[in-house]
């Protein structure tokens, strides 16, 4: 058994060591910020509103419709990252002057992008 297959071996182990640790973790956080919305709803809306009291399960399910109202069910979309930024400034200080004015003309007529001078 070779050095790289000893390791892939490990990694595995570890990536399911992890997930009942992952999941732990996100529940937990689900119960605190369903708890969160709870008591924030029972300390205020009642003598407000004057509407009734809720559970935690049904401000668990307060925070799931307005997710799905709200922020959608896609997962999560980032613009890259500090990695994928110090990727581009190297690739940017590689360009010739040409090719920065064809960058910036694409990514303002493409993307949306405001560029700046750099």
């Known amino acids: 058994m070779g050095i790289a297959l000893r390791k892939i071996i490990f990694m595995k182990k570890m990536l399911v060591r992890k997930i009942p640790f992952v999941i732990a973790i996100a529940a937990i956080g689900v119960f605190i910020f369903s708890g969160t919305v709870m008591l924030l709803w029972n300390g205020i809306l009642p003598s407000v509103l004057h ?3 809720i559970t935690i399960w049904q401000a668990a399910g307060i925070l799931l419709l307005a997710r799905i109202l709200f922020g959608g069910m896609r997962g ?5 990252g500090w990695r994928h930024k ?4 190297m690739k ?3 360009m010739t002057p040409e090719e920065r004015e064809k960058f910036r003309s694409h990514a303002h007529c493409c993307s949306g992008y405001r560029t700046a001078e750099i």
């Open 86 to 89: 110090k990727q581009l400034f």
């Open 92 to 94: 940017w200080q590689q």
């Open 76 to 80: 999560r979309h980032r613009m890259g």
């Open 51 to 53: 509407i009734g009291a």
